[in-house]
């Protein structure tokens, strides 16, 4: 028990939410806070207790107005029914949530008034975070969706793509129908952010991906997977296939006849440990 309950020293508030608190002051809206409070508090521990389940290294959590961020020093070589465990525990807070607060009300311990604020609150905050853009859990379920068919890279950048026009769509929708929401703006500013940021450093994910899979971190593999490749291409371009919860045996080739094979572990030694980082596959084979 004393180690979940170590998870609330992670926690800390984002300075959206801090914001928002600030205008729920000003505007004295206590009551929708405290519910949204309650509720972004019991999605982020979700989030954490099952991570905290199957030993990630949980950096810190932050808690947003519409939700939370676990930051956790993992790089893709979970399995991808582990990471999606730990994304689904979020969402799955609400519906527990929902039920106390139906029985609460059915029992007339609280007002009708305040079942349907927090039910609104509750649906809000379920279904936006389900939305499919980074990093919100909908984005996160997209990227584990994609990396089932796809590299590590490849999937990585169809998520921002798709990230960005859902975005579109949303900024359109608030546009339309909600032009003058402060707070949808305020959290429209922070996807915007977090999508820049994340492309900034998508590189540096992919290299931490390999970094970490090169110590042997990738914890379950489902198939073994061959990557074909000229003898001409460079090193880092091979390693950018890598695909998660795959095993890869890379297939050399000379004017499309296959000249050697070798282990993805000599391609990572190859990089990382000998630093050939402009080499050419050709450059690690010998012929038969």
Not at 69 to 84: I, W
Not at 101 to 114: A, E, K, M
Not at 238 to 251: A, D, E, P, S
Not at 256 to 285: C, P, Q, R, W
């Amino acid at each position: 028990m004393n180690r979940y309950l170590s998870l609330l020293q992670k926690i800390h508030i984002h300075p959206l939410l801090w914001v928002m608190i600030a205008i729920s002051v000003i505007t004295a809206n206590f009551k929708p806070l405290f519910l949204l409070m309650i509720i972004i508090f019991v999605h982020e521990m979700g989030h954490a207790i099952s991570a905290h389940f199957f030993s990630w290294r949980i950096k810190s959590i932050m808690l947003l107005p519409f939700g939370g961020v676990a930051e956790v020093d993992e790089h893709g070589n979970r399995s991808l029914r582990e990471e999606c465990m730990v994304v689904l525990a979020g969402p799955i807070q609400h519906l527990w949530l929902q039920g106390a607060v139906f029985l609460l009300y059915i029992s007339n311990v609280i007002h009708v008034s305040d079942y349907q604020l927090f039910t609104f609150y509750n649906l809000s905050v379920l279904l936006f975070n389900l939305l499919p853009v980074w990093p919100l859990d909908g984005g996160k379920l997209l990227f584990i969706i994609f990396s089932k068919h796809w590299s590590y890279q490849k999937a990585h950048s169809y998520m921002m793509i798709t990230s960005i026009i859902f975005l579109v769509f949303y900024v359109a929708a608030i546009l339309l129908f909600s032009p003058t929401h402060l707070n949808m703006w305020i959290i429209t500013t922070f996807l915007v952010y977090s999508l820049y940021h994340e492309h900034k450093n998508k590189m540096y994910s992919c290299l931490r991906f390999l970094m970490e899979r090169y110590y042997g971190k990738q914890t379950q593999i489902n198939r073994i997977k061959p990557i074909v490749v000229d003898e001409s291409e460079l090193v880092y371009h091979v390693l950018l296939q890598f695909q998660r919860g795959c095993k890869h045996l890379i297939i050399v080739e000379r004017n499309g006849i296959k000249v050697s094979e070798m282990d993805e572990n000599e391609l990572l030694h190859a990089y990382f440990a000998n630093k050939l980082t402009d080499s050419k596959i050709g450059d690690l084979v010998y012929d038969y």
